[in-house]
């Protein structure tokens, strides 16, 4: 028996390998490496002693998912395959529509075919827009500032009506808030394709020479020292929290949403002092225009996945620091050595 984790070699489905085989659940990983290094897999091995299969496969290819599911008792599938850059996907939205949607509807066929029932998705604090913070589950949605969030809250829709449709579904929605941080060994973290979109990377990339100096998108927002304010969780609180997602959802049909975040909001500039503090390393800044989109204050209201899947975020900001740095200053250039 396995767990498929769609884009399982991407940072967070990297993560959430190495914590289900250190519980003891087995996973198959599914990849076509556009944001992601099969490189990663000895990594993994490295940190838990165990090899997951590894599928080199686009999971809207039906046919690969079939010959998965046919060689591997897949009995739950987490599903974190898809493009995730806020910016591109302004730029390319029909490639965003097409893919994100195509790869959850493949999956969610193939599974039906092979009778697995189980399906956590990886959706994202931005399907709530521009909402009062802190965000409980039962705000509003829909108020999506790019392509990128209208796939997740698509996507979201998708799976609600599949589960009313299919009572026999049991599906799980996660939104993140702002995944950072790596494991703590150092072996494994955020890898991203060019010049990063978010924060941490761009700042550990500064830290390590590889970039000149961050640029903080604006200090006139509304917030305590003018800058943006966001729910930063580490990783490894994330991939723990997929855990738990996965337990319940093998306990309870239906359609269930929680947020993962730790409620708690961070400005960019004390994310960076602290950054420069816990790992004694200089991040040169300039302070630049705003970036269109970006919203002031978003983080979460946790109470419900702490309640009802009696998950919560244990680690600081300081360890997202620490960890995020550790993988950096071993890896400059991420898995290709
Ligand atoms: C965080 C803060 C920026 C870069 C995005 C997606 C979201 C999720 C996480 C997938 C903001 C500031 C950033 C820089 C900066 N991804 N910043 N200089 O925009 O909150 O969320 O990534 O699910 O869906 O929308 O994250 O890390 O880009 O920005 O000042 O070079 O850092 O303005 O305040 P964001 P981010």
């Not at 090899?51 to 496969?57: D, E, F, G, K, T």
């Not at 500064?206 to 580490?234: N, W």
Request: proline residues 4%; charged residues 20%.
């Amino acid at each position: 028996m396995a767990i498929l984790l769609t884009g399982g070699a991407g940072f967070i489905g990297s993560h959430t390998a190495v914590a289900c085989l250190n519980a003891s659940v087995d996973v198959v990983l599914a990849d076509n490496f556009s944001n992601s290094s099969p490189k990663v897999l000895d990594r993994i091995e490295k940190i838990t002693g165990k090899r997951p299969a590894l599928y080199n496969v686009d999971v809207c290819d039906k046919r690969a998912l079939r010959d998965i599911f046919a060689e591997r008792f897949i009995t739950g599938v987490i599903h974190f395959a898809g493009l995730k850059a806020v910016g591109e996907s302004v730029r390319l939205p029909l490639a965003y529509y097409r893919n994100n949607l195509d790869s959850c509807l493949s999956v969610l066929e193939v599974m039906q075919e092979f009778g697995c029932k189980e399906f956590v998705f990886s959706s994202s604090a931005t399907v709530y827009g521009d909402q009062p913070a802190p965000l409980t589950e039962s705000a509003d949605t829909g108020h999506c500032s790019n392509p990128y969030g209208w796939t997740k809250f698509m996507i979201e829709q998708i799976l609600k009506d599949a589960a009313k449709a299919n009572p026999e579904l049991h599906v799980v929605l996660l939104r993140y808030f702002n995944p950072i941080g790596a494991h703590e060994s150092g072996l494994i973290g955020e890898n991203p394709n060019g010049i990063p979109n978010n924060l941490m990377p761009y700042i550990t990339q500064v830290a390590v020479g590889k970039l000149k100096q961050l640029t903080i998108f604006g200090d006139s927002y509304d917030t305590p020292d003018g800058t943006g304010v966001r729910d930063y969780i580490h990783v490894m609180d994330l991939a723990e929290g997929h855990l738990a997602a996965l337990g319940y959802a093998e306990a309870h049909a239906g359609c269930e949403v929680f947020n993962l975040g730790t409620g708690k909001g961070v400005s960019v500039l004390e994310m960076v002092n602290t950054f420069s503090s816990v790992n004694g390393v200089e991040v040169p800044y300039i302070i630049g225009e705003r970036r269109a989109g970006d919203l002031a204050t978003v983080y979460a209201d946790p109470a419900k996945a702490e309640q009802i899947l009696g998950w919560h975020a244990k680690r600081t900001v300081a360890d997202m620091c620490r960890d995020s740095w550790n993988w950096q200053k071993n890896n400059p250039n991420g898995y290709d050595g």
